[in-house]
């Protein structure tokens, strides 16, 4: 009964009184100190007097600037920056950005222009970057053409547009994007992309825009960087009016399902005469597919077939030895086997992700694909007992190998013995079922990326990692250590290479404090959403200048001797603990309030005890834990009881001697 009493003597004697420091002032948000502002969704009408004159880049979308005017910035002259979506424009007035030398990128989308004065961009020395989508533009002509010798990317979708008709004095000679997707297009001729013609290198894009037809010889001896007609119905109008041109990328495909006829050999005929490096043809439809529907992609090293209904890939195709990319995500393939690899010898990246049937791996399916160096079979339901020698056989110079997402996959030692070159190796969200008692990537001595995240693997077993020298980066989140701590001895021995651990949501509620010595090289570990509490901060104390997340665990109170533990890591994550904000922890609050730079996530790093400061941010409390008025008294009744406790004592010690003389 003693104890209790003091302890609670004690508590009243050391009570806190605490006060919350909050600012409920609307201001722009601060990025970059004199540099970078947010000032998005303030219902501003102008320029607020905080902004400093120092500002380069402003984000000002979501306001109230009906007009622009050559005052409306006038004091902020080193803007090279500006945002000013949605602010209701309707007027951008003569010289505008007069003051603004440096500015180099305008957003103006989402603004129901109705006029834009002929000198209204002059200003600025380098004007490189125009975002005019969704202004209600209907008609080139709308743009000024003064001072846009520099624009380099034009953004013009979204609009009521349907010829692409430059003025004569529109300087076009350093355009690298310009973008029509979304408007009324319909008809391209000779005339319009012949004012483009002093552009190189050009990205165009009419995506969404259903082109029904372009003059002959419009695109003749044209050079591209990317073309974009997704949406078109028609693809042979495309290809045939792209005769006699080159382009990097030729993207045909759409993001919705097309009611067209299907894809067929003749619809391709006008790809013999160009020149493409990559095309995109997702969800279109195949009709009458055989291996002389390809015979036009000769020249062609990059090719997606995303969802295009394939269930399977004619044998016989020629001609397609330059082809290094091929997708063949979300299609109907039964067996790997059905894609005849055999017809791409050069094939260095091949994607089945996300395939609709279940996918068998089949035996050597890809055992002619040399050269494979990414391959990506996740989302595709692969079940198999014994994975991955069989299956990957003769992928000798593969790197990169994602599995995850599949069913159950059962691992031999070495599993994958025939892909000793694997840099990263991903198996997240596939249950992984080890059958040997050796590790199944011991041979993988170039890994260094290795997700094992969601495998419900039994990550007790010491040799599981064991035979990779080289790994950099480890996932083991939502797996389990038996009885939810890591010991001493554990896997992570054999990987001192280790750079970047994910320990989250492992069900954790200790760390033995010898359990990482072996990880001298960490610059990352993240150990949120388990159960730790304050002193699992000791097992880290070898470690200097990591990034340390224990969000979402159960840390309340964190002792003043691990404090040196948290000052020599570079960035903490403390979020979503149940803190507490008494006197008991006060010397971890004033030390994170010294240090609120070392910490991420402080807007919810909040207090949960005492109930009169629960969610209070941690940096706005003030504990005060001197003695009150309250606890000297109880000091004082204490220190009388104590005294005559004492005094008793003694006299009842002096008494038992004095009778056993």
């Not at 195949?286 to 002389?292: A, D, R």
């Not at 994975?387 to 059962?410: A, D």
């Amino acid at each position: 009964m003693a104890p209790r009493v003091s302890c609670f003597l004690l508590a009243v004697l050391f009570s806190a009184s605490c006060r919350v420091i909050t600012s409920s002032d609307r201001m722009c948000s601060e990025k970059e100190a004199n540099k970078t502002y947010n000032c998005e969704n303030l219902d501003l009408r102008e320029i607020p007097d905080t902004l400093p004159d120092t500002t380069e880049f402003l984000e000002f979308s979501f306001n109230f600037l009906p007009t622009i005017q050559n005052t409306t910035f006038s004091r902020l002259t080193n803007l090279i920056f500006l945002d000013l979506t949605r602010c209701q424009i309707n007027w951008v007035h003569e010289d505008s950005f007069q003051s603004h030398p440096q500015l180099d990128t305008i957003v103006l989308t989402g603004n129901p222009l109705i006029f834009m004065a002929e000198t209204s961009l002059n200003g600025p020395k380098s004007l490189k970057h125009l975002f005019l989508i969704q202004t209600g533009i209907s008609n080139l002509d709308f743009i000024p053409t003064h001072n846009l010798e520099n624009l380099e990317s034009l953004y013009l979708g979204s609009n009521h547009i349907s010829s692409i008709k430059f003025p004569e004095s529109f300087p076009t000679q350093n355009l690298k994007v310009l973008d029509f997707q979304n408007n009324a297009i319909h008809y391209l001729s000779r005339e319009d992309i012949n004012v483009l013609k002093q552009a190189t290198n050009l990205s165009l894009n009419f995506n969404g825009n259903d082109i029904k037809g372009i003059e002959p010889g419009a695109f003749h001896s044209k050079v591209f960087q990317s073309l974009n007609f997704g949406g078109t119905l028609n693809l042979s109008v495309i290809l045939n009016g792209l005769r006699n041109s080159t382009t990097q990328s030729l993207w045909l495909g759409t993001y919705q399902e097309l009611d067209d006829q299907g894809l067929t050999s003749a619809m391709f005929e006008g790809l013999c005469e160009m020149s493409v490096e990559s095309i995109n043809l997702q969800q279109h439809h195949f009709s009458g597919l055989s291996s002389t529907t390809f015979r036009c992609f000769t020249g062609v090293q990059e090719l997606d077939l995303t969802a295009t209904h394939l269930d399977r890939l004619p044998s016989g195709i020629e001609g397609m030895s330059s082809l290094k990319k091929l997708v063949l995500n979300v299609n109907h393939f039964d067996q790997l086997c059905q894609i005849n690899a055999a017809s791409f010898p050069s094939l260095t990246d091949l994607y089945i992700k996300g395939n609709v049937r279940k996918l068998d791996l089949g035996a050597g399916c890809l055992e002619k694909l040399e050269n494979l160096q990414k391959l990506d079979l996740s989302h595709s339901d692969i079940e198999a007992s014994d994975c991955c020698n069989l299956q990957l056989k003769n992928l000798r110079h593969l790197q990169y190998l994602n599995l995850s997402h599949n069913e159950p996959l059962g691992l031999q030692s070495q599993a994958f013995k025939e892909c000793p070159r694997l840099e990263l190796l991903d198996l997240a969200f596939t249950h992984l079922r080890v059958n040997a008692p050796q590790s199944p990537f011991q041979n993988l001595h170039f890994l260094q990326v290795l997700n094992l995240s969601h495998c419900l693997l039994d990550i007790s077993n010491q040799h599981l990692l064991a035979g990779l020298p080289n790994l950099r980066h480890l996932n083991l989140q939502s797996n389990s250590f038996r009885e939810r701590s890591i010991p001493e001895t554990n896997l992570l021995q054999t990987v001192g290479s280790l750079e970047i651990l994910i320990l989250s949501s492992c069900d954790l509620h200790s760390i033995e404090q010898q359990a990482f010595h072996s990880l001298g090289k960490m610059s990352h570990i993240d150990l949120s959403h388990n159960s730790l509490p304050g002193n699992s901060i000791d097992a880290l104390s070898h470690l200097k200048g990591i990034y340390l997340n224990l969000a979402t665990n159960r840390i309340s109170v964190i002792p003043p001797h691990l404090l040196p533990v948290l000052s020599q890591q570079s960035i903490i994550n403390l979020s979503h603990n149940p803190l507490d904000c008494t006197c008991s922890n006060i010397h971890f609050i004033t030390w994170y309030k010294e240090n609120l730079h070392k910490f991420e996530g402080s807007e919810e790093t909040t207090c949960a005890n005492p109930p009169s400061l629960r969610g209070v941010k941690l940096s706005d409390v003030e504990l005060s834990c001197g003695i009150t008025a309250v606890g000297m008294f109880f000091l004082v009744v204490f220190l009388f009881l104590l005294t005559i406790l004492l005094i008793f004592s003694v006299k009842h010690l002096l008494r038992w001697k004095y009778q056993h003389i």
